[in-house]
C-alpha cells in the first residue's frame, strides 16, 4: 500500500524527470539551430572567399592569370569603338604542346629581335637575350614552331596599368605551351620604383614563381607592377603607335581590363638573330 507521502513524492520525481527530458530536448534543438546557422555561415564566407580569390570581388591574372595584372574594375559596357585592325590572314592556331622547356639553343651572347605581324601593324621587339637566355631561347623556339601564328590578343586594360597581352592559343587567357621557364631579369634597371615603362615586354605568370609560359604582355603605358615579370624586350617606336592605335579604340567591358575592342590577331611570330 503507497502512502500519501510516497505518493507525492512518486509524483514530484516523474514531473522533475519530464522537466529534464524537455530541458534536454530543448538543449539538443538548440545545437541543431546553431549547427545549421554556423554551417550557413560557413558557406557565406566560403563563398565570399572563393569569389574573391577568382577575382569576382577583388579590384586580374590573369593576373594573371596566367594574368599580368590586379586590374577588374567594375563598370558597365561601353559603346563598341570602329575596329581599326585589319580582318586576320587565313590560317588557324595550331594545337602544339611540350612536357618540358626547350633545349638552349640560342646564342646568349648575340642579339636577338621579335617581329610581331599583326592585323593592327608590325611591333618589332628587341630581346633581352643576355638578361633573360631562358625566356628568348623560348620564344625562340616556339616562334620556330609557329605556335604564335594566329593566336589573338585577348586582354587590354587602360585603368591602372596599360598593357596589351597576347601569347595564349586558347584566346582566354588559360593556355600554355605545357611547359613554364623560370623567372628572370627581376632586377633589370629599367624597373624602377615598381614600375613597367613604356615599350616594355614582359612575361605573364599564375602570380607564383616560375611560372611563365606563352603570354606575355606590352606596355603602352608606365605601368605601375611589382617587379615580379620578366621583362625580356623593348618594343620598337612603331610598335608602340600600333599599341597606341589599339588602346584607343578600347576594350570590351568599359571597366578598363577586358577584351580589346580592335580585332589584334598575331598573324606571324618570328624571332630573329640580328
Known amino acids: 500500500m503507497?502512502?500519501?507521502e510516497q505518493r507525492r513524492r512518486q509524483l514530484a520525481r516523474e514531473k522533475f524527470l519530464r522537466q529534464q527530458q524537455r530541458r534536454t530536448?530543448?538543449?539538443?534543438?538548440?545545437?541543431m539551430r546553431n549547427s545549421v546557422i554556423a554551417s550557413v555561415l560557413g558557406v557565406v564566407v566560403i563563398g565570399s572567399v572563393a569569389l574573391y580569390t577568382t577575382g569576382v570581388l577583388k579590384n586580374d591574372d590573369d593576373k594573371k592569370t596566367n594574368a599580368s595584372a590586379d586590374v577588374t574594375p567594375s563598370a558597365t559596357p561601353s559603346k563598341k569603338a570602329p575596329d581599326p585592325c585589319a580582318k586576320p590572314a587565313p590560317g588557324s592556331v595550331a594545337k602544339l604542346s611540350w612536357k618540358k622547356e626547350p633545349a638552349m639553343t640560342i646564342d646568349t651572347s648575340a642579339k636577338y629581335t621579335m617581329k610581331l605581324a599583326t592585323t593592327c601593324g608590325d611591333i618589332g621587339v628587341a630581346l633581352k637575350t643576355s638578361a633573360a637566355p631562358h625566356t628568348v631561347n623560348s620564344f625562340n623556339f616556339l616562334a620556330?614552331?609557329?605556335y604564335f601564328d594566329h593566336t589573338k590578343c585577348h586582354r587590354l586594360t587602360t585603368n591602372g596599368i596599360y598593357v596589351l597581352q597576347c601569347g595564349d592559343p586558347t584566346g582566354v587567357g588559360s593556355g600554355g605551351p605545357g611547359y613554364t621557364i623560370p623567372d628572370e631579369n627581376l632586377r633589370d634597371k629599367s624597373l624602377k620604383g615598381n614600375k613597367y615603362p613604356a615599350g616594355t615586354v614582359a612575361m605573364a605568370n599564375t602570380g607564383q614563381k616560375h611560372t611563365g609560359g606563352s603570354q606575355f604582355f606590352l606596355v603602352y603605358k608606365d605601368s605601375p607592377l611589382p617587379p615580379s615579370y620578366t621583362p625580356f624586350g623593348t618594343i620598337d617606336a612603331a610598335g608602340l603607335k600600333v599599341l597606341d592605335k589599339i588602346a584607343a579604340a578600347g576594350e570590351t567591358t568599359g571597366a578598363g581590363d577586358?577584351?580589346?575592342n580592335?580585332?589584334?590577331?598575331i598573324n606571324k611570330a618570328?624571332?630573329?638573330?640580328s
Open 270 to 273: 618570328t624571332v630573329a638573330k
Open 258 to 260: 577586358g577584351a580589346p
Open 144 to 146: 620556330g614552331k609557329g
Open 25 to 31: 530536448s530543448a538543449r539538443r534543438k538548440a545545437r
Open 2 to 4: 503507497v502512502s500519501q
Open 262 to 265: 580592335a580585332t589584334v590577331v
